[in-house]
């Protein structure tokens, strides 16, 4: 970090000292260009180890301006789970809420409530994000169920656990309310209820190594992103209520090429979008990356991500990175995870099917998930264990997206899903889609890399004041002073007591931490 200093800045007269009212619009001027410029300059100097560590884990400002490790949508409103079914609040259609839940226990039960027609499927998704200071063990987890006025569950229960990895990061588990065949339950319209509800041993540390000043996860409650989707009933019957048995398991041929920078976003609703290709990116110990990528009716998804080595350290973690795949309703699919020993490790997912309305028949989750058009979230986490033996990082990041298959006509439905937009395939080129703002192009001390130079020239460009203009307007000025002061020297004048000759004092920024969190663990 820069240090701050009375008249200028130690690195090159940004900020030198007050020249009277006359210089006031170029010193300002020339305030905003340095300390917009500053911060740049520091980014390429990675923090110590405990430095970085600290900024992981703390629950300041991510590098995106959200609070805390995980990236909440913008639009979430925020809403209380109820102990009891009575007073749980009504969740809406296409909506997205903040929660939290308590310890493993009684606090750790929580209702909200949906009304639900006949004819709709509904679909509900829980992000759980563990708070900063806190770790947890391969049984720690979080189950969603939806169920009927008399306590029946409408699906199976959707389940979700942190696993090997040990290591803090969001988890999402989801459930629904199918009314497309006649195996379901809840098939009359009425009220339901959510039901999330935090697993694993209560009020134990289980042996947990975590880092120093940590607790146990159980006594630390966690957030909650919650999801409500609905799902349009098809005009006509479905023509079959059970899942295709033949499809390409083969996974295709291994991508090459020159891998394109993608910054991952650090939650669900800032996924960084993917197209085919090869993708790379930066990730620190503790962090998560959230990308997203569209797949279309008919089409398949095969993605592999790639670890780089490192020439720092010794030992091994047992695992280290973790690939989850989640559909369009946050649905989890599958995931994979691999070791690290500080050579470069690749991990695959498994061969999925095409997507189809009819895959939702199916019992294995693998091919149900893959029922949906949209946008797939892929979700890769490295355990904050890897800094122990490999240092902070950053640890280079090579995704291979391949989305095989021609697009084809989706179901007709007989009405509008809710978002409306959720099964539908984002158009145009990825890249222009990459400029919105969804992306969180950080590397992975949490300083802006492009992006940061490039905001600063979006900065001046929209102050209409080029660095030329500047220099000149600065001489041209100093000129003047000049000459007013060799009149001073020979008619000496009194100074008026409320001139401003003090120097300036720049704020220096201070250095954005880490965002933090990640995918299911194995």
Known sequence: MGRRTGGRHDGGRCAGPGYGRTLVAVTATTAVLCVTLAPVGRAAAAPG?????????????AAD??????????????????????????????????????AVGRDGRLYYRLE??????????????PRPGGTVSYSDGLKVSLQDANGRNCSSTGSVHFGATQSPHPVAAWASRETSGERYACQAEG?????????????????TAGPSGTEPSAPRPWDLELGY?????????????????IWNSASPEALVGEARHRGGGAGFSRAAPLEQGVWKDTVG?????????????????????????????????GTALVMALYN???????DVGSGYDGDQRSVALGPLPPVAYENRYALNDRVSGMRFAGSYYLVVHLAAQVADRFGEGPFGLTLRVNVSG??????????????????????????DAAGDGTADRTTGTGQGGDTGRSGVMRLIAAGGIGTGTLLTLTLGMWTVVARRRAARAVRPAAVPEDADTASASLPVPSQAPWEQGAARGL
């Open 191 to 207: 009220t339901y209820y959510v039901v999330v509800e935090r697993t694993g041993a209560a009020g134990t540390t289980r042996g």
């Open 65 to 102: 301006g959200t609070s805390g490790p995980y990236a909440f949508a913008e639009d979430a409103v925020v809403v209380e789970g109820a102990s009891g079914t009575t007073d749980s609040a009504l969740l809406r259609p296409g909506r997205t809420y903040k929660s939290s839940i308590g």
């Open 328 to 334: 369009p309703v946050r649905g989890f699919v599958d």
């Open 229 to 245: 989707v609905s799902e349009p009933r098809l005009r006509t019957a479905p023509d079959t209520t059970t899942a295709p048995e």
């Open 116 to 129: 639900l027609d006949a004819v709709s499927d509904a679909y509900v998704s829980a992000t759980a994000v």
């Open 406 to 431: 021609a697009a084809q006509t989706g179901p007709s439905y007989a009405g509008k899903p809710e978002p409306r937009d959720v099964f539908a395939v984002p158009a145009g080129d990825i890249d």
């Open 49 to 61: 180890a405990a430095g970085a560590r600290a900024a992981a884990e703390g629950p300041g400002t």
């Open 285 to 317: 110990p503790g962090q998560t990356r959230f990308y997203k990528v569209p797949v279309d009716w008919g089409q398949q998804v095969h993605v592999t991500a790639d670890l780089g080595s490192s020439s720092r350290g010794e030992g091994s973690v």
